[in-house]
Nanobody, 126 residues
Framework: QVQLVESGGGLVQAGDSLRLSCAASGRTFSRDAMGWFRQAPGKEREFVAAINWSSLMTWYADSVEGRFTISRDNAKNTVYLQMLNLKSEDTAVYYC???????????????????WGQGTQVTVSS
């Protein structure tokens, strides 16, 4: 049974940092792209960042470019999202995703991802 389990969310103040983790289980994900989406209350789910299987390529939403960094450890079947200089507009539930054949601009399409985690809440107070 494939599972993606996020952790590391919480309540922080604007300007603070957080690192989210997502541990995948059930099979190896070393050949899958992995990524993060988020959903704020009353808003649609939006793409945050993605990384290809080799870590050689990453993609970011404009809103987080330069503040967030995605990385992965294939030996641990884990993907991370380092978030710096958090803003109130970053408040959302953050979801981990995994999938094969997801690349570049297609990473922004939620329908292209095969697996989703349950989400972890990030709240940034201003």
């Amino acid at each position: 049974q494939v599972q993606l389990v996020e952790s590391g969310g919480g309540l922080v103040q604007a300007g603070d940092s957080l690192r989210l983790s997502c541990a995948a289980s059930g099979r190896t994900f070393s050949r899958d792209a992995m990524g993060w989406f988020r959903q704020a209350p009353g808003k649609e789910r939006e793409f945050v960042a993605a990384i290809n299987w080799s870590s050689l390529m990453t993609w970011y939403a404009d809103s987080v470019e330069g503040r967030f960094t995605i990385s992965r450890d294939n030996a641990k079947n884990t993907v991370y999202l380092q978030m710096l200089n958090l803003k109130s507009e970053d408040t959302a539930v953050y979801y981990c995703v995994a999938g094969r054949g997801v690349y570049g601009i297609s990473s922004g399409d939620p329908g292209r991802w095969d697996y989703w985690g349950q989400g972890t809440q990030v709240t940034v107070s201003s």
